[in-house]
């Protein structure tokens, strides 16, 4: 049931689709790339699992913090939440894979080749 606080799939999904180009990014950074999934991340409230690949790898499973339903900004990043991103050896990632579930348990998916991810 949509709420206005953007809590559930129903809310969260016609963004995180219409904003696909945006789920994932990679940044080169102190000698290293950095895999940023603060874009979904940033609509988890709507998500139950977020899964990744690197490189056609095996998909791994991101520690999804909770939503923080009660406070005033439900999506907010906070520390407690731990860092929104990876860290790999610099020029590694080539390509990422990303596979989300929502809380109606529906399921969405995209690829991303490294050029078209690369935050300048």
């Known amino acids: 049931t949509p709420s206005g606080k953007f809590l559930t799939a129903t809310e969260t999904k016609p963004i995180l689709i219409a904003t696909r180009g945006n789920w994932v990014a990679?940044?080169?950074?102190?000698?290293?790339?950095?895999?940023?999934?603060t874009h979904l991340l940033s609509w988890r409230c709507g998500l139950y699992?977020?899964?990744?690949?690197?490189?056609?790898?095996?998909m791994q499973s991101w520690p999804m913090p909770e939503c923080h339903a009660e406070?005033?900004?439900?999506?907010?990043?906070?520390?407690?939440?731990?860092?929104?991103?990876?860290?790999?050896?610099l020029g590694s990632v080539q390509n990422i894979s990303v596979e989300i579930l929502y809380d109606d348990l529906s399921v969405d998916s995209a690829s991303f080749?490294?050029?078209a991810i690369k935050m300048p």
């Open 26 to 37: 990679v940044r080169e950074f102190n000698g290293q790339d950095l895999v940023y999934f």
């Open 49 to 58: 699992e977020i899964n990744y690949a690197i490189n056609d790898g095996a």
């Open 71 to 89: 406070g005033p900004s439900p999506n907010a990043i906070t520390e407690a939440d731990g860092l929104p991103y990876i860290s790999l050896e």
């Open 113 to 115: 080749d490294r050029a």
